[in-house]
T-cell receptor, first 114, second 114 residues
Framework: AQTVTQSQPEMSVQEAETVTLSCTYD???????LFWYKQPPSRQMILVIR??????QNATENRFSVNFQKAAKSFSLKISDSQLGDAAMYFC???????????FGTGTRLTIIP | DARVTQTPRHKVTEMGQEVTMRCQPI?????VFWYRQTMMQGLELLAY????????DSGMPKDRFSAEMPDATLATLKIQPSEPRDSAVYFC????????????FGDGTRLSIL
């Protein structure tokens, strides 16, 4: 079974600085997708970024980028120029072509220090 | 922006009562997912539908939970009878076709069973 591990329960970063959230996963599949979701105190799950495993190029969305290392099964999220609104729980998630179930990690709570 | 709408946002009720949660997916999305979030289990998939047909409900306790899509604009999750262990946040998400397409989440229903 696929598993997703987020080893950092909590992280903090100074406003305007850069922070990297870690995620590793375990799978025997070769074709899959990885996601980062953000859950602010408002509770809504917001899709931050998506990476297709067959693409070597790392996905970017404005201040958010990923470092996808397929061989190492690692998928970290980098947030540049951190803003107060980035404070939230961040969940890493995995899904493969043959299975429609998103598997989520346990989350990392990110605090932004003004 | 199009959004998934869930009602109610909060629900407090006594053990044994019937609970119905509703979800309006994004117009045009043909796949609807129900997730449950708890501190202990994290985010877990309960059931999902495509084109209103149930595809998988293996994550759902069959004896008390039921999920339906009366029409393309409404999905329901019902618990009868409710138990304190059902207390959680229930999310609905919608997407296009396969599960690896981005899933857009609603704000969730926070359910408390006394």
């Amino acid at each position: 079974a696929q598993t997703v591990t987020q080893s950092q329960p909590e992280m903090s970063v100074q406003e305007a600085e850069t922070v990297t959230l870690s995620c590793t996963y375990d799978t025997s599949e070769s074709d899959y997708y990885l996601f980062w979701y953000k859950q602010p105190p408002s509770r809504q799950m917001i899709l931050v970024i998506r990476q297709e495993a067959y693409k070597q190029q790392n996905a970017t969305e404005n201040r958010f980028s990923v470092n996808f290392q397929k061989a190492a099964k690692s998928f970290s999220l980098k947030i540049s120029d951190s803003q107060l609104g980035d404070a939230a729980m961040y969940f890493c998630a995995y899904i493969d072509f043959g299975n429609e179930k998103l598997t989520f990690g346990t989350g990392t709570r990110l605090t932004i220090i003004p | 922006d199009a959004r998934v709408t869930q009602t109610p946002r909060h629900k407090v009720t006594e053990m044994g009562q019937e609970v119905t949660m509703r979800c309006q997916p994004i117009l045009g999305h043909n796949t609807v997912f129900w997730y449950r979030q708890t501190m202990m289990q994290g985010l877990e998939l309960l059931a999902y539908f495509r084109n209103r047909a149930p595809l998988d409900d293996s994550g759902m306790p069959k004896d008390r939970f039921s999920a339906e899509m009366p029409d393309a604009t409404l999905a329901t999750l019902k618990i009868q009878p409710s138990e304190p262990r059902d207390s959680a946040v229930y999310f609905c998400a919608s997407g296009l076709n396969r599960g690896y397409q981005p899933q857009h989440f609603g704000d969730g229903t926070r359910l408390s069973i006394l």
